[in-house]
């Protein structure tokens, strides 16, 4: 090979200076190409500078503040939540909401603030974290980990309140798999500190997947397309029942940590309730139905009934069956990128979501990528059901924000038991959305039922 030809410094400069246009091309070729979703997207993910939270409504301003939008609505509800259920927190915690609010440009949004007394939320924040948690409902760490049936919660209690010690092998949760294709062991030399993922607000997702855990100094696993939530930005041409075939089951890896259950926890990103999903092909698993947790069935039946008089879209709650639902478990860097929720069969039946823990910022767009989302400030004991259009709209949560844990929610002198709940949600945010899947009983009984593949 000859040896390269020196370039003078003249060359390097011109070749320099043609990088540098190559690249402002690309950026500006990019932005470009940015649907205004995505734009949104990115102002929120941005840690420098920080992004403009005021930009957000806040639906617990004063009500004279609020309804200077003119796009925003307010209706009375018929009754106060706590009418609708004792679940929601007794009348005598707090005088609960009296409206409920509408969008002038999300027709179906229906966004309830403060609908849970904070008592109501720590209820739900324990049953999220400790029952909800356990098998039969599948979490994200199932595909990698040997999560006892009792749950991983109890192992986290128990080392947290001495009954079990770190020293214990029993703590730790073991892998399913090893390199060699031995069964799952204990691990030795993990100590993975943070998983918090990457906040570049590249299109890479990272909330509720269980590949992007990090083990050190190994090759991190790669992101199985089906390990990874709804977080792959999917597109406006996405099919609505995708070809369950195609799309292959996670493969557990081998290279995941093993952690101390103080810290597995923090791993969690989420777990079904009901009727299983398959997030490869954003499907559902019509033969694993988990049992729904009865409560939770009241609860949304309970909303879907308070929303009847407010929602342009109405709904009988005789005809709403809670038969699917997921806990999103958010530390405060997760987030959860732009996707529709359009796997249910039952597209006219609201989708209720609950909010506990931290505030976040929720982007709610329209039927494509192409219509500028709003956002909202998302709070503890804030209800939102989607009924009508906004059911099938763009939606997600780029920013979980820091310091926002409502005291009622911090460590309580009188409820030491509440302490280990509280350590958690330091750093957390939980949503719990609730969704039917088959069309109602009552209208089925004219129409027959599709016979979904599992
Ligand atoms: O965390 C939230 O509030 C939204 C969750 C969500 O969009 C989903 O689970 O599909």
């Known amino acids: 090979m000859p040896d390269p030809q020196p370039i003078s410094n003249r060359q390097r400069k011109i070749m320099e200076r043609q990088a540098e246009r190559n690249r402002e091309m690309t950026a500006a070729k990019r932005a470009q190409t940015r649907t205004p979703f995505r734009e949104a997207e990115l102002q929120f993910l941005s840690r420098h500078p920080p992004p403009d939270y005021s930009t957000a409504i806040d639906f617990r301003q004063p009500a004279d503040v609020l309804l200077k939008d003119p796009r925003i609505k307010q209706v009375p509800l018929q009754k106060r939540m706590s009418e609708f259920s004792e679940l929601f927190g007794a009348q005598d915690d707090h005088t609960g909401p009296e409206f409920a609010y509408l969008h002038e440009d999300h027709p179906g949004l229906i966004y309830i603030p403060a609908g849970f007394t904070p008592s109501a939320q720590r209820t739900l924040i324990k049953a999220c974290l400790k029952q909800y948690s356990r098998h039969p409902n599948k979490s994200n760490l199932d595909t990698h980990y040997l999560v006892p049936d009792s749950g991983l919660w109890d192992l986290h209690e128990n080392v947290y ?83 369950n075939e195609s799309k292959n089951d996670p493969v557990p890896s081998a290279q995941v940590p093993i952690l101390p259950p103080a810290q597995l926890v923090r791993k969690m990103r989420w777990i079904t309730l009901g009727y299983q999903y398959h997030w490869p092909s954003k499907t559902y698993h019509f033969d694993q139905n988990a049992p729904f947790p009865k409560e939770l069935s009241v609860l949304s039946k309970a909303v879907v009934e308070a929303i009847d008089n ?13 038969e699917a639902g997921v806990v999103n478990y958010y530390q405060l860097k ?5 996707h529709v929720d359009r796997s249910e069969l039952n597209k006219d ?42 059911r099938s709209a763009f939606h997600g949560v780029p920013r979980i924000i820091e310091g926002t844990l409502p005291t009622y929610l911090a460590a309580r002198p009188d409820e030491p038991e509440w302490d280990i709940y509280a350590d958690y949600l330091a750093e957390a945010r939980i949503n719990l959305n609730i969704r039917q899947v088959y069309p109602s009983k009552h209208q089925s009984a004219q129409q027959p039922l599709p016979s979904p593949s599992s």
Do not use: W
């Open 161 to 243: 309140t001495g009954v079990q010690s770190l020293e214990d092998p029993a703590v730790y949760v073991q892998r399913k798999a090893t390199t060699d294709g031995q069964p799952g062991g204990y691990g030795s030399d993990d100590d993975d500190d943070d998983d918090h993922g990457d906040d570049t607000g590249g299109d890479k997702a990272t909330n509720a997947s269980a590949a992007p855990l990090k083990t050190r100094p190994k090759t991190k696993p790669k992101p199985t397309q089906s390990s990874v939530r709804t977080l792959v930005p999917i597109t406006d041409e996405t099919p609505t029942v995708p070809d």
């Open 334 to 338: 997760d987030r959860l990128m732009g």
């Open 349 to 390: 039946a609201p989708l209720v979501s609950f909010s506990f823990g931290h505030s976040c910022i929720y982007l709610l767009g329209g039927p494509t990528r192409e219509t500028p989302p709003t956002p909202i400030l998302l709070q503890s004991g804030d209800i939102l059901a989607m009924t009508g259009p906004c």
């Open 310 to 322: 407010v929602s342009p879209y109405p709904y009988s709650a005789e005809d709403f069956e809670a």
